[in-house]
């Protein structure tokens, strides 16, 4: 049984050697000194170690203690090397890291009911490499209590991206219960945050609906004093009505000037279908116009610092806000609306057209596959009627 003058007094030797305690608990010392508590033990036949620290960071009467917790677990039926190696794994395994691994699983399809498009892993990577990995991500994932979380999510909140903290929220739960199938964490504090950071129930976009206030829209538009490429994008949002992130992020291999025709993929549409926009003869000219500022750019509509990176989604709604409208009357999403309203006006223009046009979705699971080039020609006609309409309206 050793003590502690003891323990101080042995020497290193050639070849390590052990100096027992009890009930399986030694010294090691090694030929350069070390002093190295271990434990020995047997589980299901088999002859295990422990290793339990470093002498003197570890004194006699804590290395004990420690044994002593070691074959209060072995009692229990558990194996305190196992113990010792989850403890490690749990430790070792990061935000980062697991944020790492996560993503690696899910594009190899190896995650359950999450498989994402392109543009949908950019925007969820986005937000994990901006909103959580700067507050989380040199912890150890399973050290990360609902308090950091939620300062992390409240970080989001308090800027006004209620809707950004609550997906926030969910991609953290994904991540969690990913490390817990594991065995990197215990288990995901993002529930303990059930009703906080609810859902945002959805608001209507503003937009101009009046034909003489939608005529002098496209005239201060025409006037726009900014960007040429943002004036052409406030009317190409305009003529074409398509959602404002679908416009940022338009690329000149999506679009077929000779047959008139902007088709974009299904990767990039909300109801991930593959979508055809007629363009008008007003279209076609703006697309002319800027070419030569933007045709070496994947985008259309490039963002002002580099070409590689579509335009900023604020971008069009500061232009509309520089022409004098408030964010109550008019927003880049709203043409959608003033198109939808002033369409289903006009005489020889079917709701159905219109409603095809808009990329919205099939309510009746029952109809037939999705048809892509469905009232084409009745829709070609529309958009050009509809982009007359509007340069008739701005005279």
Request: charged content about 35%; aromatic content about 8%; proline content about 4%.
């Amino acid at each position: 049984m050793l003590t502690e003058t003891a323990i101080k007094a042995l020497k290193p030797k050639d070849k390590q050697y052990k100096k027992a305690d009890e009930r399986g608990l030694y010294l090691l010392v090694t030929p350069s000194g070390s002093k190295l508590w271990r434990f020995k033990y047997r589980i299901n036949g088999r002859e295990k170690t422990l290793s339990i620290g470093m002498y003197p960071d570890i004194k006699l009467k804590k290395a004990r203690d420690r044994r002593d917790e070691a074959r209060s677990l072995l009692a229990d039926g558990g194996d305190p090397s196992a113990l010792k190696q989850q403890q490690k794994i749990k430790r070792d395994h990061t935000f980062n890291s697991l944020v790492d691994e996560f993503l690696e699983a899910v594009d190899k399809g190896l995650i359950p009911k999450t498989k994402w498009s392109e543009s949908s892993r950019k925007d969820r990577v986005s937000r994990i490499d901006n909103d959580l990995r700067p507050w989380l991500g040199n912890m150890p994932m399973d050290e990360i209590t609902k308090d950091d979380l939620d300062r992390c999510l409240m970080r989001i909140a308090d800027r006004g991206a209620l809707e950004t903290a609550r997906r926030c929220k969910q991609l953290f739960g994904k991540i969690a219960r990913f490390g817990i199938s594991n065995n990197y964490c215990e288990r995901d504090v993002s529930a303990d945050l059930r009703d906080k950071y609810p859902k945002q129930e959805a608001k209507h976009h503003s937009a101009i609906t009046n034909p003489d206030e939608v005529g002098a829209l496209m005239s201060v538009i025409s006037d726009y004093q900014g960007s040429n490429i943002v004036r052409i994008a406030l009317k190409f949002s305009a003529y074409t009505f398509q959602r404002a992130g679908e416009i940022r992020h338009a690329e000149w291999s999506e679009i077929d000037l000779k047959g008139k025709l902007w088709r974009l993929p299904a990767s990039k549409m909300k109801m991930k279908r593959e979508h055809l926009v007629p363009l008008s003869k007003q279209v076609i000219k703006l697309l002319e116009e800027i070419k030569p500022f933007t045709g070496e750019s994947k985008f259309i509509f490039p963002s002002e610092r580099s070409n590689s990176r579509p335009m900023s989604e604020n971008t069009v709604n500061a232009a509309i806000r520089r022409l004098g409208y408030t964010k109550e009357e008019m927003t880049a999403h709203g043409f959608r609306a003033t198109a939808s309203t002033l369409l289903n006006e006009m005489e020889g223009i079917e709701p159905d057209w219109i409603e095809v046009q808009l990329a919205h979705g099939e309510q009746d699971s029952s109809r037939k596959p999705y048809n892509r080039a469905k009232y084409l020609q009745e829709r070609k006609r529309m958009m050009q009627k509809w982009s007359d309409y509007l340069d008739g309206l701005a005279k």
